[in-house]
């Protein structure tokens, strides 16, 4: 991968694809990429936020190109690579971001269904776009970045998410594999694990403040995360100035698993669940 020196567009003539981009951290990620100059190949569920992401990335100069996406269907996952190649020439850098919660279930209740939905996405989708988009970094030949999102609860415990954490426990063992076998080949794969950030996502436990309240408490910065502060974590992580990080699980969570998860947050989730 070539380094630009220009610290405002250092990505210029590098193509990413960020899936997951219309809302959230995905969009927060792709609006800085196509500031910073990249092709920014943007996928997810609802056509309509990823056009609109488009057309904020086009009126700011940049380059961008929407292509809706269910990365459960890996057929799907394999045409949006072919079309992001298609399109830019080659890709560079990666975040599969794509991501479902499930609902608050505890083990003794949850179907076999429920659990399959939530997995299909958020590690079997990961899987296939893991496997296509590494195959398109090795074909250009030119090496590559590749991040995934996990989750604070792969690292401890929330009641009611056993199929989100164990999808996202698994995440991380994947990413070491695959980081390893990539290595030789200049291919860095890295996950980072968000904490409780603002995005609809977590729109259910934090959609007032007497509910917000507890997480920002237990959080030894004093507040919930922003979908910006995770992105500006994943575009290090894809920069060249995380060159020789590779593997690894970068918690983003402002401390919150820092001291365990104390009798109040279990209390909270049981009665939500």
């Known amino acids: 991968m070539t380094t630009n020196t220009s610290p405002e567009k250092r990505f210029t003539g590098r193509t990413v694809l960020i899936t997951g981009g219309g809302t959230g951290m995905g969009k927060a990620a792709a609006l800085r990429f196509g500031r910073e100059g990249a092709n920014v190949a943007i996928a997810g569920r609802r056509p309509a936020e990823l056009n609109q992401v488009v057309a904020d990335i086009t009126a700011a100069g940049g380059i961008a190109l929407a292509i809706p996406t269910d990365v459960s269907d890996a057929e799907q996952v394999e045409a949006l690579v072919k079309q992001t190649v298609a399109t830019f020439g080659a890709l560079h850098m990666a975040w599969n971001n794509a991501g479902v919660l499930g609902t608050f279930t505890p083990l003794k209740d949850m179907s076999l269904a429920d ?3 939530v997995t299909a996405t958020n590690l079997r989708g990961v899987f296939a776009c ?13 090496g590559g970045a590749i991040v995934n999102t996990s989750s604070w609860t792969a690292h401890g415990a929330m009641p009611g998410l056993a199929a989100y954490a164990a999808g996202k426990a698994a995440l991380d063992a994947l990413t070491r594999t695959a980081a390893l076998e990539l290595g030789p080949q200049q291919i860095r794969i890295n996950n980072v694990s968000p904490g409780i950030i603002a ?20 959080t030894p910065l004093q507040r919930i995360g922003q979908p ?3 992105a500006d974590a994943v575009v290090w992580l894809l920069s060249d100035e995380a060159r020789f990080v590779t593997g690894q699980s970068l918690l983003v969570d402002g401390g919150f698993t820092l001291g365990g998860l104390r009798p109040w947050f279990n209390n909270f989730v049981a009665e939500h669940v």
């Open 130 to 142: 893991l496997k296509y988009e590494i195959a398109a970094m090795l074909e250009a030949g030119a």
């Open 228 to 230: 910006e502060e995770v």
């Open 115 to 117: 659990f399959d939905a």
């Open 199 to 218: 995005t609809p996502m977590a729109s259910g436990v934090l959609a007032t403040e007497t509910a917000a309240l507890p997480f920002r408490k237990h």
